[in-house]
């Protein structure tokens, strides 16, 4: 073998480092993950062109704040992958205007409430909608706020998938387009919208329960298909204190029939978390009552 055919195989490998360096530096999908990553977000991937996570992934429950771990996980898939961040504990919220479908807009609008988008972090959806990303206001829980607002209006509170990712509409690429600053900076959510996410009800309501967040053909939904991906926490917290608050009820009866629901779910939540989901929904309604709550 001569001295040049020893170095081939060195320098082919050499060649692929190079490349793949070249890929992760030049990358703007890479750089923009160390940016959301830097403003205090997790991020995760998916499948170029798509809201799908890749074969094998996890999707939002894989999302990390590890810049290596992020770099490895585009090596591993492509690094034009599609991007998410999860909003979990960020203290961020997501308005998403549809135009699509339903024209979120136009329902906005006729409820008598306008947004101007100059004043607001915001992306436009590759549909032409809009995510407007809000802070939660201060003493505000994040399980006690409603998602679907009205015809074309929902607000997200798990995850997001953000510029520069692309989705296919009818064969053709189309962009998320970011405008604003940092996510991070966002403004804190409006009061008109803070009141309308509100589960509390509202001045000049004279009921004094709580407005539940599904609806009985939601609920029997789940009991029938399960519990929704990024909706599953929500949706036991929600589900168990209904059933919780029905009086002289068996708890044990209630956990089961959870358990059970969770195991008709397409991604099932691990027993230990359903567990701890309960004893949460479990406790609020001990809570409740000794304060009077029925």
């Known amino acids: ?103 979120g807009f136009q329902s906005l609008i006729q409820s008598g409430h306008t947004l101007n988008l100059d004043n607001e972090v915001w992306e436009m959806t590759p549909r032409s909608g809009a995510h407007v990303f809000f802070k939660i206001p201060d003493g505000v829980r994040v399980d006690e706020l409603k998602h679907n607002l009205m015809a074309g209006v929902e607000l997200l509170t798990d995850k997001v998938t953000v510029a520069p990712s692309i989705k296919l509409v009818d064969g053709i690429e189309a962009e998320y387009k970011h405008f604003g600053g940092d996510i991070s900076q966002c403004s804190v959510m409006p009061d008109w919208l803070f009141k309308m996410a509100s589960n509390v009800a509202t001045c000049g309501n004279t009921q004094n329960k709580r407005v539940p967040r599904y609806s009985i053909d939601q609920r029997i939904n789940m009991m029938i298909n399960g519990f929704d991906v990024g909706e599953r926490n929500n949706q036991i917290m929600s589900f168990a204190g209904w059933l919780l608050s029905i009086r002289n009820i068996d708890p044990n009866l209630v956990y089961e029939l959870v358990q059970k629901i969770n195991s008709y779910s397409a991604v099932p939540l691990p027993d230990k978390e359903v567990n701890t989901i309960f004893r949460s929904a479990y406790n609020r309604e001990v809570k409740r009552v000794s304060m009077g709550g029925r």
Do not use: C, W
């Not at 070249?22 to 990553?37: F, G």
């Not at 599609?82 to 504990?89: A, T």
């Open 1 to 103: 073998m001569t001295e040049d055919t020893k170095k081939a195989p060195e320098q082919k490998f050499g060649d692929q480092v190079q490349e793949a360096n070249k890929n992760i530096y030049s990358s703007q999908y890479i750089m923009k993950s160390h940016e959301l990553v830097q403003q205090g977000f997790k991020v995760y991937l998916l499948a170029q062109g798509t809201n799908t996570p890749y074969k094998g992934s996890r999707g939002h429950l894989d999302a990390t704040n590890n810049v290596r771990q992020l770099t490895e996980m585009f090596l591993k898939y492509k690094t034009n992958s599609n991007i998410g961040i999860s909003l979990v504990d960020t203290g961020v919220a997501v308005l998403d205007i549809d135009k699509h479908s339903t024209n």
